[in-house]
């Protein structure tokens, strides 16, 4: 089954549409038959323990990883038969480092401008927007390993918008923040969404950002969405008073350490270290 090649045209039609996608590496099935549908401007939060399949997925749909079977849009393209569109109109954010300590902020931007094809007409302005929008403007110039965890994450995530995508993936946008640089990057994500109507999909392994940034969240495990909602809606399901810790750990069968996180994941990224 394929998506409907007109939804390209439409302007309500999901940011992320998904049809019994799937990926197999040899007989280990990754991603199973998977339906999902994010709406354009939605803040989507995907969680799963280690191995459900996150990974897979955001590589298909940011054309990385063939599917084996099925079909998606993003951003109303083909992620098979259009995937430089698909390209043109997304962001993403890894996990690992994508900034070079050696180069300023500004310098950064200036280098992911002209990978992205930004006419030079238009660099400075674009450059000098994201450094507003991400609250930048002071240390622009200052070199990138003297920034905080939190600045580092910010032009991360600057840097990803600035061929203006309709939507951005972000792979643990906070892990290894401090709860000040996590606080700060929450309220840029909020603001990117709120004034500027982009589609944010993201994963998490912290249960408190997923619970108060997202406004949809899905669980995925052994390569299927297994549960999805609002936050409260999946709380509700469970227990009264229930966390979304509790949810995750229902639903999955995984068990979460004392602060909400998976055990494991604390040490992944050692922002400062690794740009010195």
Known sequence: MSIPVDSCQNPAAPAIETRELS???GKLVAVNRLDLSVPPGALFGLLGP??????TLIKMLITLLPPSSGSARVAGCDIRTQSVEVRRRIGYVPQLLSADGALTGRENLELFARLYGIPGTERAQRIDGVLSVMKLQDVADNLVQRYSGGMIRRL???QSLLHDPRVLFLDEPTVGLDPLARQAVW????T???AHGITLFMTTHDMEEADRLCETVAIMNHGRVVAMGRPDELKASVREGASLGDVFAYYSGETLDQEGEYRGVRGTRRTASRLG
């Open 192 to 194: 990117l969404r709120d």
């Open 156 to 158: 991360e995530i600057g």
């Open 187 to 190: 309220e840029r994500l909020q």
């Open 50 to 55: 280690n191995g459900a399949g996150k990974s």
């Open 23 to 25: 990926c197999s590496f």
